[in-house]
Antibody
Framework: QVQLVQSGAEVKRPGASVRVSCKAS????????INWVRQATGQGLEWMGW????????GYAQKFQGRVTMTRNTSTGTAYVELSSLRSEDTAVYYC???????WGQGTMVTVSS | EIVLTQSPGTLSLSPGERATLSCRAS???????LAWYQQKPGQAPRLLIY???SRATGIPDRFNGSGSGTDFTLTISRLEPEDFAVYYC?????????FGPGTKVEI
């Protein structure tokens, strides 16, 4: 079964960093781009950026430039997004999605609170 | 960055009725690289349409996408109870992807 399995919920203090993982199952990670999207409670979908897992190339939304890093481990078939200098407005569910979005992870809740 | 505008914000309909959702782009979407997603509370989005008019795997034929350039439409021919949800359009014709704000289809 083709799926993306994400890591569990995180609670972080303002100013900290968080890393969310996304493991590909049932297909080879390097065959498709990975997009990261987040959604604050009751809000719409916000695209954060993409990564080509084959060569590691990335592209980030301007809003997150300088704070976001997308990486991968091809040997384990896992993609990662790291967001630094967290603030309360970063509290959201973070999703990874394959390519155009035919497969999505289950979402990871990240809460930023003092 | 291409800005997507969706209308209406909320659509109040009954099962069996036809739903017409609009997505307008601030500039032409290259190659009609426009997707539609359905999202229900507590769930990840589900891909319905890609390339403006191609149905994703397993999507019922009551969902139809059309349009090109800057104007796109998602039509649900006869609403089923499970179709009441929020629908988002997304363009992927540039290296910076963007989503529309969503249309809520409610009973």
């Amino acid at each position: 079964q083709v799926q993306l399995v994400q890591s569990g919920a995180e609670v972080k203090r303002p100013g900290a960093s968080v890393r969310v993982s996304c493991k590909a199952s049932g297909y080879t990670l390097t065959n498709y781009d990975i997009n990261w999207v987040r959604q604050a409670t009751g809000q719409g979908l916000e695209w954060m950026g993409w990564m080509n897992p084959k060569n590691g190339n990335t592209g980030y939304a301007q809003k997150f430039q300088g704070r976001v890093t997308m990486t991968r481990n091809t040997s384990t078939g896992t993609a990662y997004v790291e967001l630094s200098s967290l603030r309360s407005e970063d509290t959201a569910v973070y999703y990874c999605a394959r390519g155009v979005g035919d497969i999505w992870g289950q979402g990871t809740m990240v809460t930023v609170s003092s | 960055e291409i800005v997507l505008t969706q209308s209406p914000g909320t659509l109040s309909l009954s099962p069996g009725e036809r739903a017409t959702l609009s997505c307008r782009a601030s500039q032409s979407v290259r190659n009609s690289y426009l997707a539609w997603y359905q999202q229900k509370p507590g769930q990840a989005p589900r891909l319905l349409i890609y390339g403006a008019s191609s149905r994703a795997t397993g999507i019922p034929d009551r969902f139809n996408g059309s349009g090109s350039g800057t104007d796109f439409t998602l039509t649900i021919s006869r609403l089923e109870p499970e179709d009441f949800a929020v629908y988002y359009c997304q363009q992927y014709g540039t290296s910076i992807l963007t989503f529309g704000p969503g249309t809520k289809v409610e009973i």
